[in-house]
């Protein structure tokens, strides 16, 4: 094709996933007259593609809840956003509790999430998990299929959508359809655990192209097809599948983060910000912090980082009363038994530990379970001396990055779990645990209290320097540009 200038990302633009980047809630003025207030994204990938829909005036397709979501939508659950300019159109598919039970807390979090993060012996294979998952997966293609144009670009986000590429291929006439799979890509070994593993495996390669955070992930999907499928043909160097007639492209695009913006919030977070915390969580003026920042969730190594702590303060005494942990976690999936075990399995660890070191002057563990806003999240990353990321499996983990693009004053130590995704990026100017060894943990965590503040300053600039320049933005040139790329090799290459 020509080139006059960059090309629109698409003219039709279906995203879709699981979340919505709006929801709308009923509100009581002080008359007493009931309003409707819509909620915006409150930042990550949602707040990053919303204007990227509000440009091409496309169509989010995502999971609606609740009767002021139904209240403000036509027939078709339909609305346009944002309400001030109208400039995309929000598709809202309802789900009865049936399916939200079977597709969302049961296929998608029970079998998917564990089994996609080596856990095989967390999966539930009940059958109605699986019914209901290929159910709603018919529902969102049925909803992009109307929702299509000629040529429509389709995005899915994440695991929740394995079956609905395929499904969409098979409705229309050469959509073009792309995937982002935000969590990990487990190794042949694990994957052949599962009984679903082929639909699975075919409903993704309904896709043209298909996204990991890392190679590795892309390596062992490859892998998986490779063994699974016997009709697959794979290009292992190019990372293309042609599977009953169809190409997919598989290719590494490690998501980032709004680095500027993070930036900004930090830097607008002043000493009396500090002050706040410290009075508010009663840490004393002089108490380094420690910060750990998660969802609710075993894959993240919570207890883990916990035990390494609990050891230093065992085994250097001197950091008894001079050194508070911070543990921001925000509760998630809870209606999922694992979930509440690990809820309890934390609870109860930061007890022990309070027990057995804090003073009266002095709580070794400070626990907060409340949300936070950005702008206050950006302060406790600034303020804290040193923060652990300690996944035990992680696609990528966001968070890590964020305390990076915080850290304005280039003085934070980044201690990160080499299970991370991130790590790929981040190991080599972070320090390196493996969550499970205790002892090196313990170990790398005082490295990092003692560390000089130049090896500090050094180590975390070059951080914020491949942050800032891997950020959401270029994250997704690269998947639109990979996407055009694409596209029109296609129509070069003739249907
Ligand atoms: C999945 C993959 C991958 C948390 N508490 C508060 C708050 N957060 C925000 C963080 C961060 C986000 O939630 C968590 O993102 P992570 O990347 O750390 O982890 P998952 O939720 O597991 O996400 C992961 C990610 O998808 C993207 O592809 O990196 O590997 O598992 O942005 O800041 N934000 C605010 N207040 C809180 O209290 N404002």
Same mark, same amino acid.
């Given at each position: 094709g020509g080139t006059d200038g960059p090309p629109p990302v698409a003219d039709d633009l279906i995203l879709v996933s699981n979340r919505q980047p709006y929801t709308h809630s009923y509100e009581h003025d002080d008359a007493g007259e009931r309003t409707i207030s819509v909620n915006r994204p409150a930042g990550g990938l949602t707040a990053g593609l919303d204007p990227v829909m509000q440009e091409t005036d496309g169509t989010w397709v995502a999971w609606g809840d609740g009767e002021a979501d139904a209240d403000v939508t036509?027939?078709?659950g339909e609305v346009r956003m944002?309400?001030?300019?109208?400039?995309?159109t929000l598709k809202r598919l309802w789900l009865s509790e049936e399916e939200v039970e079977g597709?969302?807390? /049961?296929?998608?979090?029970?079998?998917l999430w564990p089994l996609c993060h080596g856990g095989t012996m967390k999966t539930e294979y009940v059958e109605r998990f699986w019914q209901r998952y290929q159910q709603v997966n018919e529902r969102f293609a049925e909803a992009v299929a109307e929702s299509a144009s000629d040529d429509p670009l389709v995005w899915f986000q994440d695991y929740?959508?394995?079956?609905a590429p395929r499904a969409v291929r098979d409705a229309l006439d050469d959509p073009f359809i792309m995937h982002f799979w935000h969590i990990t890509w487990p190794g042949w070994d694990t994957f052949r655990a599962c009984p679903q593993g082929q639909q699975l495996l075919e409903g993704l390669l309904g896709n043209d192209l298909l996204g990991f955070h890392v190679e590795r992930y892309c390596e062992n999907f490859l892998d998986c097809v490779d063994r699974a499928l016997e009709d697959a043909f794979i290009d292992e160097e190019g990372g293309r599948i042609n599977y009953e007639g169809h190409t997919t492209t598989v290719r590494a695009f490690p998501l980032g983060i709004d680095a500027e913006s993070i930036r900004e919030e930090s830097a607008a977070a002043d000493a009396s910000f500090e002050a706040d915390i410290r009075s508010t969580y009663d840490i004393g003026a002089d108490t380094t912090m420690i910060v750990g920042v998660d969802r609710? !969730?075993?894959?993240?190594g919570i207890v883990e980082r916990l035990e390494a702590l609990e050891r230093l303060w065992e085994t250097e005494p001197e950091y008894q009363g001079t050194v508070t942990y911070v543990q921001k976690a925000s509760e998630s999936r809870s209606l999922i038994p694992d979930y509440q075990d690990l809820q309890q399995n934390v609870r109860e660890t930061i007890e022990r530990i309070n027990d057995r070191f804090g003073t009266p002057d002095w709580q070794p563990v400070v626990y907060i379970d409340e949300f936070i806003p950005q702008s206050e999240l950006c302060g406790l990353y600034r303020y804290s001396d040193v923060m652990l990321v300690s996944a035990v499996? !992680? /696609?990528?983990?966001l968070v890590a990055k964020e305390y990076v693009a915080a850290q304005v004053d280039d003085d934070g130590v980044l201690v990160l779990s080499d299970q991370a995704g991130a790590h790929e990026e981040l190991g080599e100017h972070a320090l390196t645990i493996n969550p499970y060894d205790t002892e090196s943990f313990a170990d790398t965590i005082q490295q990092a209290l003692a560390m000089a503040p130049d090896e500090r300053r050094d180590r975390m600039a070059a951080l914020r320097e491949q942050v800032a320049a891997h950020d959401l933005y270029a994250w997704m040139d690269d998947v639109f540009a990979t996407a055009r790329d694409l596209r029109e090799q296609r129509d070069h290459d003739g249907g």
């Amino acid at each position: 094709g020509g080139t006059d200038g960059p090309p629109p990302v698409a003219d039709d633009l279906i995203l879709v996933s699981n979340r919505q980047p709006y929801t709308h809630s009923y509100e009581h003025d002080d008359a007493g007259e009931r309003t409707i207030s819509v909620n915006r994204p409150a930042g990550g990938l949602t707040a990053g593609l919303d204007p990227v829909m509000q440009e091409t005036d496309g169509t989010w397709v995502a999971w609606g809840d609740g009767e002021a979501d139904a209240d403000v939508t036509d027939e078709n659950g339909e609305v346009r956003m944002p309400p001030e300019s109208e400039a995309y159109t929000l598709k809202r598919l309802w789900l009865s509790e049936e399916e939200v039970e079977g597709y969302y807390y /049961g296929y998608s979090n029970r079998v998917l999430w564990p089994l996609c993060h080596g856990g095989t012996m967390k999966t539930e294979y009940v059958e109605r998990f699986w019914q209901r998952y290929q159910q709603v997966n018919e529902r969102f293609a049925e909803a992009v299929a109307e929702s299509a144009s000629d040529d429509p670009l389709v995005w899915f986000q994440d695991y929740h959508f394995t079956l609905a590429p395929r499904a969409v291929r098979d409705a229309l006439d050469d959509p073009f359809i792309m995937h982002f799979w935000h969590i990990t890509w487990p190794g042949w070994d694990t994957f052949r655990a599962c009984p679903q593993g082929q639909q699975l495996l075919e409903g993704l390669l309904g896709n043209d192209l298909l996204g990991f955070h890392v190679e590795r992930y892309c390596e062992n999907f490859l892998d998986c097809v490779d063994r699974a499928l016997e009709d697959a043909f794979i290009d292992e160097e190019g990372g293309r599948i042609n599977y009953e007639g169809h190409t997919t492209t598989v290719r590494a695009f490690p998501l980032g983060i709004d680095a500027e913006s993070i930036r900004e919030e930090s830097a607008a977070a002043d000493a009396s910000f500090e002050a706040d915390i410290r009075s508010t969580y009663d840490i004393g003026a002089d108490t380094t912090m420690i910060v750990g920042v998660d969802r609710l !969730d075993y894959t993240k190594g919570i207890v883990e980082r916990l035990e390494a702590l609990e050891r230093l303060w065992e085994t250097e005494p001197e950091y008894q009363g001079t050194v508070t942990y911070v543990q921001k976690a925000s509760e998630s999936r809870s209606l999922i038994p694992d979930y509440q075990d690990l809820q309890q399995n934390v609870r109860e660890t930061i007890e022990r530990i309070n027990d057995r070191f804090g003073t009266p002057d002095w709580q070794p563990v400070v626990y907060i379970d409340e949300f936070i806003p950005q702008s206050e999240l950006c302060g406790l990353y600034r303020y804290s001396d040193v923060m652990l990321v300690s996944a035990v499996r !992680d /696609g990528m983990n966001l968070v890590a990055k964020e305390y990076v693009a915080a850290q304005v004053d280039d003085d934070g130590v980044l201690v990160l779990s080499d299970q991370a995704g991130a790590h790929e990026e981040l190991g080599e100017h972070a320090l390196t645990i493996n969550p499970y060894d205790t002892e090196s943990f313990a170990d790398t965590i005082q490295q990092a209290l003692a560390m000089a503040p130049d090896e500090r300053r050094d180590r975390m600039a070059a951080l914020r320097e491949q942050v800032a320049a891997h950020d959401l933005y270029a994250w997704m040139d690269d998947v639109f540009a990979t996407a055009r790329d694409l596209r029109e090799q296609r129509d070069h290459d003739g249907g």
